[in-house]
């Protein structure tokens, strides 16, 4: 192998904003680049390509000493709204996009899009409920076949 | 800092090959960078990203990312990737003359 990267695979396996966005900032920065991308949606990482849920993605703020609030204060009613409203807020003012807005321009990159079979099949969801970009879902075996001769990055 | 030649002018670029003094580009020189990058041809869609880029330099101080040339340069990002195969971020810039965008996203 080079000393240059020419194909990432991603996987996203989580459902919070702070989960979401390092893959898909990754994925975009790398088709930015010219390397090939591919995404694979698992567990609950799956919320950011379903079409009813991938606009209500919130920041966890339950056991997320990053945000440096007292552990009590993260559990109130309410406490995650106000914290995802907030960092949306901040992310507007960067012209950093929506999951949603992101998620289809990853898309239109040319970057591929693909939801994990037994996430699926566990969550009892079928391809009707995630967003149209979604190419298809696959088997970790076939996710492997896909990423092969390139880097994995689990996020 | 080195430079090279590109269609007979002499310019100056960084190690990775862009640009550092962008008004030393000129069109013959895009033509001839884009026929290195394997774009055999610059359409006028071509054109309409590189100049939208060399503005927006020049306006800010730093090239756009695809996000934004998406959104205002009247190219959408699939047909920016169409346009430039080999990332738009990366090689419109290049071909453009100007200094690689800094942006994340």
């Keep these: 192998m080079g000393d240059t990267i020419e194909k990432v695979s991603i ?20 088709r930015a680049e010219g390397i090939d991308a591919n995404l694979f949606f698992t567990f609950f990482g799956l919320d950011a390509i379903h079409q009813k849920r991938h606009d209500h993605i919130k920041i966890s703020t339950v056991g997320n ?10 559990g109130l009613p309410g406490v995650s709204s106000v914290m ?17 807005e992101f998620v289809e321009m990853i898309a239109d990159t040319g970057a591929g899009l693909y939801a994990c079979k037994a996430s699926v099949d566990l969550f009892g969801l079928s391809e009707d409920d995630l967003i149209e970009q979604a190419r298809e ?4 075996g076939e996710f492997y076949d896909m990423a092969a001769g390139g880097e ?4 | 800092m080195p430079t090279r030649t590109i269609a007979g002018a002499t310019v100056d670029v960084n190690d990775e090959g862009f640009f550092t003094e962008p008004e030393q580009w000129n069109e013959d020189i895009a033509t001839e960078l884009a026929a290195e990058s394997g774009i055999d041809e610059l359409t006028p869609d071509h054109w309409k990203v590189l100049e939208f ?12 990312t695809v996000r934004v040339l998406g959104k205002t340069s009247g190219v959408t990002v699939k047909e920016l990737y169409q346009l430039f195969p080999k990332g738009p971020a990366k090689m419109a810039a290049k071909i453009a003359g100007i200094p690689k965008p800094r942006g994340c996203i």
């Excluded at chain 2, 880029?53 to 756009?64: A, L």
């Design chain 1, 11 to 30: 996987i996203i396996s989580k459902g919070s904003l702070d989960g979401i966005y390092p893959g898909l900032i990754m994925a975009n920065g790398a």
């Design chain 1, 65 to 74: 000493p990053g945000l440096h609030l007292a552990t009590w204060a993260g």
């Design chain 1, 84 to 100: 995802t409203h907030y960092m949306e807020h901040k992310m507007e003012a960067l012209d950093i996009p929506s999951i949603p």
């Design chain 1, 137 to 140: 879902i696959i088997t970790v």
């Design chain 1, 152 to 155: 994995i990055i689990f996020t």
């Design chain 2, 53 to 64: 880029m060399r503005s927006e330099y020049f306006e800010k101080g730093t090239g756009p």
